[in-house]
């Protein structure tokens, strides 16, 4: 019997570890809210424009990226080598227009763009690649293979290291943890043991070099393979999940993070929920993390 091919990421891991509910309703069955929170759509474009930039400033473009596709789509594609800043918030605004941001926050976001390129002006990294996607096995039994998936930011070097990278956008200074699936993901993905998080804050009161930092983590190999068994055991959970299983929910977890986006569902009775699901809430596209690995390997 061939073994069932089950592909995860980090965002998949934090969730079935919070809560399976939580889980199926978002991964499995493609549960959103009708309105995307501000704070993931500022980032989403933050993001948008940190790719085009670095692409344009190292030479980097990838025309058939999803990003560079839909500019050249809307007839904004660049004919000749542009100016980077300039191009990437042209660029922004666009992508603005298919998010749900008023134009305070998008001026917002195009000001802190502005003021993070001009802090690092010279920047001692090279950058190696951007939206780099891959896949590698995380765990296989006589069941199942476990693909883990990851998309990274940026790739860089400096000196000896090359590590891989993740933007980060924040109104609130927080300390950032090591103990992250996502960044220890990274590390053993790509066989560093280096993981650079790179902080962009959006707080209005502090100083430049306060908003803009750059986290340097640091993983030994026995902390990676810590993670990866780890890992492995919450795969197999999911895959539970996935195979119609009973998914529990966590009540422990209802309150974290501001509040789980499903609270007003699970509050009501079993029998009541589908009515508010279908009022409150829509169903998008499907989860699939190996969705930007097939897209890059079809170019």
Same mark, same amino acid.
């Not at 933050?46 to 030479?59: S, T």
């Not at 025309?63 to 042209?90: C, G, H, M």
């Not at 209802?254 to 509050?267: A, L, M, N, S, T």
């Given at each position: 019997?061939?073994?069932?091919?089950?592909?995860?990421?980090?965002?998949?891991?934090?969730?079935?570890?919070?809560?399976?509910?939580?889980?199926?309703?978002?991964?499995?069955?493609? #549960?959103?809210?009708?309105?995307?929170?501000?704070?993931?759509?500022?980032?989403?474009?933050?993001?948008?424009?940190?790719?085009?930039?670095?692409?344009?400033?190292?030479?980097?473009?990838?025309?058939?990226?999803?990003?560079?596709?839909?500019?050249?789509?809307?007839? #904004?594609?660049?004919?000749?080598?542009?100016?980077?800043?300039? &191009?990437?918030?042209?660029?922004?605004? &666009?992508?603005?227009?298919?998010?749900?941001? @008023?134009?305070?926050?998008?001026?917002?976001?195009?000001?802190?763009?502005?003021?993070?390129?001009?802090?690092?002006?010279?920047?001692?990294?090279?950058? !190696?690649?951007?939206?780099?996607?891959?896949?590698?096995?995380?765990?296989?039994?006589?069941?199942?293979?476990?693909?883990?998936?990851?998309?990274?930011?940026?790739?860089?070097?400096?000196?000896?290291?090359?590590?891989?990278?993740?933007?980060?956008?924040?109104?609130?200074?927080?300390?950032?943890?090591?103990?992250?699936?996502? &960044?220890? @993901?990274?590390?053993?993905?790509?066989?560093?043991?280096?993981? #650079?998080?790179? *902080?962009?804050?959006?707080? *209005?009161?502090?100083?430049?070099?306060?908003? &803009?930092?750059?986290?340097?983590?640091?993983?030994?190999?026995?902390?990676?393979?810590?993670?990866?068994?780890?890992?492995?055991?919450?795969?197999?959970?999911?895959?539970?999940?996935?195979?119609?299983?009973?998914?529990?929910?966590?009540?422990?977890?209802?309150?974290?993070?501001?509040?789980?986006?499903?609270?007003?569902?699970?509050?009501?009775?079993?029998?009541?929920?589908?009515?508010?699901?279908?009022?409150?809430?829509?169903?998008?596209?499907?989860?699939?993390?190996?969705?930007? !690995?097939?897209?890059?390997?079809?170019?």
């Amino acid at each position: 019997m061939s073994k069932k091919i089950v592909t995860l990421d980090s965002q998949v891991l934090n969730m079935i570890q919070l809560c399976e509910r939580k889980t199926k309703y978002t991964f499995i069955d493609g #549960i959103q809210p009708n309105i995307k929170a501000e704070a993931l759509e500022k980032g989403d474009l933050m993001h948008k424009m940190l790719e085009i930039y670095e692409g344009l400033r190292c030479n980097l473009v990838d025309p058939n990226s999803p990003t560079w596709a839909q500019l050249r789509d809307a007839s #904004i594609y660049p004919e000749s080598q542009p100016e980077a800043k300039n &191009f990437t918030i042209d660029a922004g605004r &666009f992508f603005a227009t298919k998010m749900d941001l @008023g134009p305070d926050e998008v001026n917002e976001v195009i000001f802190q763009f502005e003021e993070y390129v001009d802090f690092y002006k010279e920047d001692p990294w090279e950058t !190696l690649a951007l939206e780099s996607v891959g896949s590698k096995i995380l765990y296989e039994n006589e069941n199942y293979q476990f693909v883990y998936t990851f998309k990274i930011d940026r790739l860089a070097k400096r000196d000896q290291i090359i590590a891989p990278w993740d933007y980060k956008t924040s109104k609130k200074r927080a300390e950032t943890s090591s103990l992250s699936n996502q &960044f220890i @993901g990274y590390a053993w993905a790509t066989d560093s043991h280096y993981v #650079i998080v790179d *902080k962009i804050g959006f707080q *209005k009161t502090l100083k430049r070099e306060e908003r &803009f930092q750059r986290i340097f983590l640091s993983y030994d190999s026995e902390r990676i393979q810590e993670w990866l068994v780890n890992a492995s055991y919450w795969a197999l959970i999911y895959a539970q999940v996935l195979e119609g299983g009973p998914n529990v929910m966590n009540w422990t977890s209802c309150d974290k993070y501001g509040g789980c986006i499903f609270k007003p569902v699970c509050e009501r009775a079993p029998s009541a929920r589908d009515w508010i699901i279908e009022r409150d809430y829509r169903v998008g596209e499907k989860w699939d993390p190996a969705r930007d !690995l097939e897209a890059k390997l079809n170019d």
